[in-house]
């Protein structure tokens, strides 16, 4: 072990490139096993859908981070065909400069950006480029690159329009949630023509005064109030098998003394003081909690999950109940733990909130869930674990 404090500063950076060089190798190791992996479809034999979900749980990777060494490793290993002969990498001058550690996996990912957009023949000046600069540098030198091969090209044709489409974004901040919108026109209309009657102004009135809020704020009240006719509704699409509905969770002695919180079935918490007006609106359901946390007279057993078992889970998981994943409620399904072809009863206590991806997993690999004091309980395959040591999802776990 080298040690750093006394060593003079040129001679720790050399020391440092070293180690970076290092890394670099391993790193390109650590691409060839991922593309053997890939080549003899460990995915499939071990139950996932895709190398990267293997890659999640083996290496803990994030699931963007995983998908980025697969595609790169497919990029620089070599492929065998079904005759057995052995093809060149798909870029055969940035394996050779990984291989050196003369690359990092950034890099990788950057130059196969540029490469898109350029003949085979400029990887040589890419890789020459990369191997003196940084990945943003790269990507900037291979659109230069790009532009001075093909300025005396003729002009392309305008391309069509591209169909509109329609975007939604939302997210949590302090309490309040953020949403951003993109219509397309048609829509965009009958969302205004929806808002503009309950954005107007109110009436002046003698005790209240003109309506001083200015249109931003007037508008966010009658979103509000759009949203509550919705609830109101008629006909409404359906989740998980029941109407579009808002659950307000909260223990009954709370809710008798008007103390505490209530948690809403995103995870979002309301004071006790608004738990009361909320249960008196169609498409809002209370679900009291008793002393221990329970649910209280919710569901019965039957066949099928129903709308009140269904509540039921989204009160005790909270969201997908797989270790680690943050999925709501509303995009899970209800597994039963122990099959319903195998004598399991559609019940609280045999059933687990899973998101699609999670659930599918569970049906074709080798993770196993249980019920253990009434909460779901997950265990991994050895190949994982060695030991299988149960893990919970912590997520969803109330502060």
Known sequence: MIETRLLPTDELLRSLVDEVVEIRVRENAVLQMIAELDRRGAAGELGYKNLPQVLRHAVRW?????????ANA??????????GSELAPELPVTAEAVAEGALSVEH??????VMKALPAEAEESVVGFAREHEPNAVRKFGKDL???????????RDPAPAPQVNQHVMSWKNGQLEIKALLDTVTGAKYQALLDPLAKPRPETAEDGPDLRPRAEREGDALAELVDLMLRADQLPEHGGEPVTLTVTMRYDDLANQVGQATLDNGERIPADQVRQLACSAGIIPLLLGAQSQPMDIGRKTRT???GIRRTLVARDGGCA????GRPPRQCD???VRHWSDGGDTSVD????LCRSHHTLIHQSEWDVTMEHGIPTFYPPRWLDENRKPRRNLLHTAA
């Open 146 to 156: 790009a532009y001075r091969l093909y300025q005396n090209d003729p002009e392309p």
């Open 322 to 325: 797989f270790p680690a994943c």
């Open 74 to 83: 497919g990029l620089l290993s070599s492929e065998i065909t079904p005759t």
């Open 62 to 70: 994030d699931l963007t981070t995983a998908k980025k060494w697969v």
């Open 350 to 353: 045999n059933a687990v909130l």
């Open 334 to 336: 209800g597994h039963h």
């Open 108 to 113: 990788v990912t950057v130059v196969a950006e």
């Open 305 to 307: 999950f129903t709308a």
